[in-house]
């Protein structure tokens, strides 16, 4: 079974400065990946996602994360964060075609001004 | 693209009254639909997801139960509300046919006293 880690509780950045949230997963063969961002009492929305192909993805938002193999990870990007972009971020698995995706537990992005 | 709907959007019960909770899906036909948990500062619980109207496969044992009388429509149901089911709960959405993106609707906050 596929598993995913997250190793940041909460993240805390200056509102400009650039942004690396961490990702980790555990699945034998190459899963889908994703990253979901939730604003307080919302629902999750898509950023973006990684089914084959190129290694750098983009997503919406200035938002982009890289698919390392050797790594086992799917870490999200952003050059330079803006205060609306405080939320929780999920990174999500997937073993491919099976429609069930494992989360993690969350990031929390926290922007001072 | 999908629209989620849940309702109602807030619910606080008592202890042992029963639950159901609503979700309706728009914008797609057939889809793949689900049920998460979650519970304050952590990640989402699977609890069921139905690949068609009538089935329905249930992640995590407990006092809840689930029904999809409709291909759009999901229903998350208990007899007895116990503390712990406090949470908030959302409703996904995703296409069924290998593209795998979830959508998910705005939720539901049920707190159990």
């Known amino acids: 079974a596929q598993s995913v880690t997250q190793p940041d509780i909460h993240i805390t950045v200056s509102e400009g400065a650039s942004l690396e949230l961490r990702c980790n997963y555990s699945y034998g063969a190459t899963p889908y990946l994703f990253w979901y961002v939730q604003s307080p009492g919302q629902g999750l929305q898509l950023l973006l996602k990684?089914?084959?192909?190129?290694?750098l993805v983009q997503g919406i938002k200035g938002f982009e994360a890289e698919f390392k193999r050797s790594q086992s990870s799917f870490n999200l990007r952003k050059p330079s964060v803006h205060w609306s972009d405080a939320a929780e971020y999920f990174c999500?698995?997937?073993?491919?075609?099976?429609?069930?995706?494992?989360f993690g537990r969350g990031t929390s992005l926290i922007v001072h001004p | 693209s999908q629209t989620i709907h849940q309702w109602p959007a807030t619910l606080v019960q008592p202890v042992g009254s029963p639950l159901s909770l609503e979700c309706t899906v728009e914008?797609?036909?057939?889809?793949?639909l689900y049920w998460y948990r979650q519970a304050a500062g952590r990640g989402l619980q699977l609890l069921f997801y139905s690949v068609g109207i009538g089935q329905i496969s249930s992640e995590v044992p407990q006092n809840l139960s689930a029904s999809r009388p409709q291909d759009r429509q999901f229903i998350l149901s208990s007899k007895k509300l116990l503390l712990s089911d406090s949470g908030f709960y959302l409703c996904a959405s995703a296409p069924g046919q290998g593209a795998d993106t979830q959508y998910f609707g705005p939720g539901t906050r049920l707190t159990v006293l």
């Open positions: 990684y089914f084959s192909g190129d290694t």
């Open positions: 999500a698995v997937e073993a491919g075609g099976s429609y069930i995706p494992t």
């Open positions: 914008g797609t036909s057939n889809p793949n």
